[in-house]
């Protein structure tokens, strides 16, 4: 099937049928026996599907030529990479109110968006708002349409992302500086008014006439006034997408909300044992003697380089040479490092294991118990295996540990200008939030109420005999923003969020939750019926919550789940690597997709 637009299309049909083959393999053993069972039965006609959409698309595909730069294919849908200047600008909306529950307080800040207005022409088009979170939105020299990709296209909508409030260059400057006092305003609710506030604003536009109320002037050639909207999000702003439904629906039609947190909760160390479950997997090439080698490797290590750094390899030594041992905090810093970085909430399952080390730290199961097999058993071998791990975790020298690698000049509390000091920034913002709304906390130190499957995370005690959260609060909350800031604070906070949004018992209408299985974050959020939920709802009264976490069986049946996706994998531009996943995640993940795209489009009021 030659193609002007490239190889992709044909490994796309090929992954296709190769996919097929495997289940309709695998289901014929199966219905061999007594019985395939209904699950089977479902996977054997997605299968059939599949491949039948993918024979009916090739030709049209084939045709398709690259869309102002790289062009992929997802059995049928497109995903591009799409530059700036390609029909999309940078604004500002200059008249977002600063605090939108306090009538009398006028005072207003510019607010980042992007928007892609050329895919469409004529009144009223749909309209995807792609929610921005905790970081800055990167528009500065291109963005990439995440998982939605070149439907923007297809669907003739019009695309905007809209930077959250606080992060990036979306700080009020009515307010002198980023100080404790200055941030309360940064919140999901205040977040939520901006978003509604934003669509009634281009719901006023009109059509071919310069608007000040942005700089540069907003010009659209159509009025969108009568436009469905769709807001779509990943993490936490997939909740956000999800709470938009939930506090404005009358504003939009539906949203996407993928990997969502919409639970809040205090404790959240679990994510640990979630990370230590993946290594165990067999789908995904993991093993328990797998998880035994590393856990045993990473104690063997903390416990050495606690009594001197001599004790351990040259190449497994902190780079700063003055150092003789580290201290209980920089291991339990160092390990817990490593560890989400071991088959972690980004993880991806390549069918082949070299492709799982992809050069920024991050390493996949399959990978990881290669390296375990090749090392089990020889002299010297789980130093070795050590030695490829630490740098693969801290790539930057090949002869030391960079320990220290990262920044550690204080947060300045001036308001950014550069995309460093704005990715500086938003870790102080986030922060903000974690301490004031949603908890998530993440010790690294075991405790007595959660100790971690990790033997090293478990072998010091949090500095000052507090617990693992009393620790955290201590260095993450109190130290940044005051003192009154406490574990309770933050269980009140924990509680007040739930209270507003209704935690995992939320009732929406017209939101599509996406969820992966190897995602620490699904334990928070909204799951088909019938899978099994991660239970870490606290007894009652430890986190004050317990009563929004409930079982699968209450929930919301609008959801997704791919049981070998990680954190936010349909929001990832992974597209062009779908040819090396494993055969079980790339059925999976194209189901999702078939099954997400078809509730967007019914959102949107588009048929077909």
């Not at 281009?202 to 700089?215: E, Y």
């Not at 920044?407 to 000091?421: Q, R």
Request: some cysteine; hydrophobic content about 35%; glycine content about 10%.
């Amino acid at each position: 099937f030659p193609s002007p637009a490239g190889p992709c299309e044909v490994s796309s049909l090929l992954i296709s049928i190769r996919i097929f083959l495997y289940y309709f393999r695998n289901m014929r053993h199966s219905m061999a026996g007594r019985t395939a069972g209904a699950h089977s039965e479902s996977r054997v006609f997605v299968a059939w599907a599949l491949l039948v959409f993918a024979l009916l698309k090739a030709s049209a595909v084939a045709k398709a030529a690259p869309i102002h730069g790289q062009t992929f294919q997802r059995f049928g849908i497109l995903a591009t990479r799409e530059l700036l200047n390609s029909g999309c600008t940078v604004q500002f909306y200059d008249q977002q109110k600063l605090d939108h529950f306090n009538d009398e307080d006028t005072r207003v800040f510019s607010q980042r968006f992007t928007i892609c207005s050329n895919y469409t022409s004529g009144d009223d088009p749909p309209v995807v708002i792609y929610i921005g979170g905790e970081s800055p939105e990167g528009s500065d020299i291109e963005y990439e349409e995440f998982g939605v990709g070149g439907l923007i296209r297809s669907l003739g909508a019009v695309y905007v992302d809209l930077e959250h409030r606080y992060y990036g260059l979306s700080y009020p400057k009515v307010l002198p500086d980023a100080s404790t006092e200055n941030l309360k305003y940064l919140s999901s609710q205040q977040a939520l008014a901006d978003l509604r506030q934003f669509i009634l604003y281009l719901k006023g536009l009109v059509p071919n006439q310069p608007d000040t109320g942005s700089t540069p002037p907003l010009t659209l050639p159509y009025s969108v006034g009568g436009s469905n909207v769709v807001v779509i999000g990943g993490s936490y702003p997939g909740a956000l997408a999800a709470w938009m439904k939930l506090k404005h629906g009358d504003v939009i039609s539906g949203a996407i909300s993928n990997s969502a947190p919409v639970l809040a909760q205090v404790d959240f160390s679990k994510t640990l044992t979630v990370f230590a479950d993946n290594i165990k997997l067999e789908a995904i090439g993991g093993s328990q003697e797998c998880f035994n080698f590393w856990d045993n490797a990473l104690y063997l290590y903390g416990s050495r380089v606690t009594e001197s750094v001599r004790r351990v390899p040259s190449k497994l030594r902190p780079c700063d040479n003055r150092v003789k041992r580290l201290t209980a905090q920089e291991v339990t810093a160092g390990m817990s490092s490593i560890i989400y970085q071991m088959s972690g909430q980004y993880y991806v399952d390549y069918a082949d294991p070299s492709e799982h080390s992809q050069g920024d730290g991050s390493i996949g199961t399959r990978l990881l118990c290669e390296v375990a097999k090749k090392y089990e058993g020889k002299k010297g071998g789980t130093w070795d295996a050590l030695v490829w791990l630490g740098h693969q975790v801290f790539p930057s020298n090949s002869s030391c540990i960079a320990f220290d690698s990262g920044d550690a000049t204080p947060v300045s509390l001036e308001w950014p200008v550069t995309m460093d000091e704005q990715k500086k920034m938003a870790g102080r913002m986030w922060a903000y939030q974690v301490c004031t709304e949603f908890g998530w906390l993440q010790p690294v130190y075991g405790y007595e109420n959660s100790p971690s499957p990790w033997k090293v995370l478990n072998t010091f005690d949090p500095p000052g005999g507090s617990n693992g959260l009393e620790a955290y609060v201590k260095d993450d909350c109190a130290a940044q923003f005051g003192e009154g800031f406490t574990l309770e604070s933050v269980q009140n906070a924990v509680e007040n969020t739930n209270q507003i949004y209704g935690g995992r018992t939320l009732q929406v209408e017209n939101v599509t939750f996406i969820n992966g299985g190897l995602d620490p974050w699904r334990m928070f959020g909204i799951l088909p019926p019938g899978i099994e939920y991660f239970d870490n709802c606290p007894d009652e009264g430890f986190t004050g919550n317990s009563s929004f976490c409930v079982e699968n069986g209450d929930l919301i049946k609008d959801a997704v789940m791919v049981p070998l996706g990680s954190h936010c994998l349909w929001m990832s531009a992974l597209t062009s690597k779908l040819e090396l996943f494993s055969p079980e995640l790339a059925f999976d993940y194209v189901s999702a997709d078939v099954r997400t795209v078809k509730d967007l489009k019914r959102y949107l009021g588009i048929s077909g």
